[in-house]
Structures are given as C-alpha cells and as structure tokens.
C-alpha cells in the first residue's frame, strides 16, 4: 500500500481543512488508517484513526469534538476534517495504514503541513 496525504495549508485559528490521503491497492479496504503530526521540536503523534469499517474510530483527546476521520473505500481515501483549528494544531500531518487495528503502522505517506496563525 502506498499512500499519499494532501490538503494542508495556512488557516487562521478557528478555521477548517481537510486532509485527504490517497492509497493506492485494493487491499486498503481492509486496513485501519491512523492520522499523525509532528510539531516542530516535537515527536510525532497520534490523531485519529479509522478501522477499515469506517464506523469504528478513535481520536486523541486533544482534537476530540474537532477533528473527524471518515474513509471513502470506493475511491481507496481517508480523510480528516479538521474544524476549530487552534495555533497547536500546526504541525506535519502523516497518513499512516495498518493491518489491524492496535498494531504497528507499517505503510506511510509522506507529510502535509498545516500551518494555524493566530
């Protein structure tokens, strides 16, 4: 699988993205895909993800009731909208995929940046 994350950019606080990452390979159905930043001078962490259902999700506390994750498997494409972006949420945004759903991420896009001002 090989994937490709878009749709960064320069937002004022208080605004809106959507992050899309386009996978390529049938098989991408069946994957869980995880979203991910890095601040700078920070690790990288986790966002949200998606299980291959698109029903189950789970998100950090931190853009919960912000941030939803959502999958288009038809067109092999999660997405992460993102509202009410705060200053902190500025980083480079990763698309990540796995086979199950606690596992390790084995596939990754490049990165996206986002970049909130205040």
């Known amino acids: 699988v090989q994937l490709q994350a878009s749709g960064g950019g320069l937002v004022q606080a208080g605004g809106s993205l959507r992050l899309s990452c386009a996978a390529s390979?049938?098989?991408?159905?069946?994957?869980?895909v995880g979203w991910f930043r890095q601040a700078p001078g920070m690790e990288r962490e986790f966002v949200a993800r998606?299980?291959?259902?698109?029903?189950?999700?789970s998100y950090a506390d931190s853009v919960k009731g912000r941030f939803t994750v959502s999958r288009d498997n038809a067109k092999n494409t999660g997405y992460l909208q993102m509202n009410k972006l705060k200053p902190e949420d500025t980083a480079v945004y990763y698309c990540?995929?796995?086979?199950?759903?606690?596992?390790?991420?084995?596939?990754w896009g490049q990165g996206t940046l986002v970049t909130v001002s205040s």
């Open positions: 990540a995929a796995q086979e199950g759903w606690e596992g390790r991420y084995g596939y």
């Open positions: 390979g049938r098989a991408f159905r069946y994957y869980t």
């Open positions: 998606v299980k291959w259902d698109g029903v189950s999700t």
